[in-house]
């Protein structure tokens, strides 16, 4: 079973630039999830959807960042303008069950952004 | 301050010692996992604690949930070189998972 991609694997802007991430979660999955794990932290959910429907957003910058699930498989997040302190590793988990918390969510290699 | 505060931050030992690295907060969950996170790749899962108390195990690796629900310990025995990494415990208070900032685990062979 494939597991779940990204791309890009790296990405390094300028601040005030704009950033696109690309998530395919595994074949099934019908929740997904974003994340943002900066140098010495955990991972932060920034957004969970359900199938195309957005479950959390609670901790997701609106007023820069930006995600969606056409079709309810793959996912792009998009950060416009980036700042310094996006720099961060995204990662896309997903998870084949219901969305409950404690079910066993499957990470992809993520997306190390480095915003100059 | 972190929902999960996790000690110690960074560990260093040599191979064939044992090692704790501790999970805990002021709140109660319903459950907490336990990651491994390698260099460049996303956290892996190992293991789901549900009732307080609980032990699991899980080869070297035992995992252990308090008995009020509010902090879970690891403790891997005669560490490996291929234990190197950083190990996340997360859990749930609400509706969405929140990670501790990590223990750092290097095993020198």
């Known amino acids: 079973e494939a597991g779940v991609a990204q791309s890009p694997r790296y990405k390094i802007i300028e601040k005030r630039q704009s950033v696109a991430f690309w998530c395919n979660p595994i074949?099934?999955?019908?929740?997904l999830y974003w994340y943002q794990q900066i140098l010495g932290q955990g991972p932060k959910l920034l957004i969970q959807?359900?199938?195309?429907?957005?479950?959390?957003d609670s901790q997701l910058p609106k007023d820069r960042f930006s995600a969606e699930r056409l079709k309810g498989v793959d996912s792009t997040l998009k950060i416009q303008p980036a700042k310094l302190e996006d720099s961060a590793v995204y990662l896309c988990?997903?998870?084949?069950?219901?969305?409950?918390?404690?079910?066993?969510?499957?990470f992809g290699p993520g997306t190390r952004l480095t915003v100059l | 301050t972190q929902l999960l505060e996790q000690s110690p931050q960074f560990l260093s030992i040599q191979e064939g010692e044992n090692l704790t690295v501790y999970c805990n907060s002021s709140?109660?969950?319903?459950?907490l996992q336990w990651y491994r996170q390698e260099p460049g790749e996303g956290p892996v899962l190992l293991v789901t604690?549900?009732?307080?108390?609980e032990v699991k195990k899980l080869k070297r690796l035992t995992f252990q949930f308090g008995d009020a629900r509010k902090d879970s310990s690891l403790h891997i025995t005669a560490a490996q070189p291929g234990d190197t990494g950083l190990y996340l415990c997360?859990?749930?208070?609400?509706?969405?998972?929140?990670f501790g900032a990590g223990t750092r685990l290097t095993v020198k062979p």
């Open positions: 988990a997903s998870s084949s069950q219901g969305g409950r918390p404690s079910n066993t969510q499957y």
């Open positions: 074949s099934g999955h019908a929740t």
């Open positions: 997360a859990g749930a208070p609400s509706n969405d998972m929140r």
């Open positions: 959807f359900q199938n195309n429907g957005v479950v959390d």
């Open positions: 604690v549900v009732t307080g108390g």
């Open positions: 709140s109660v969950f319903s459950s």
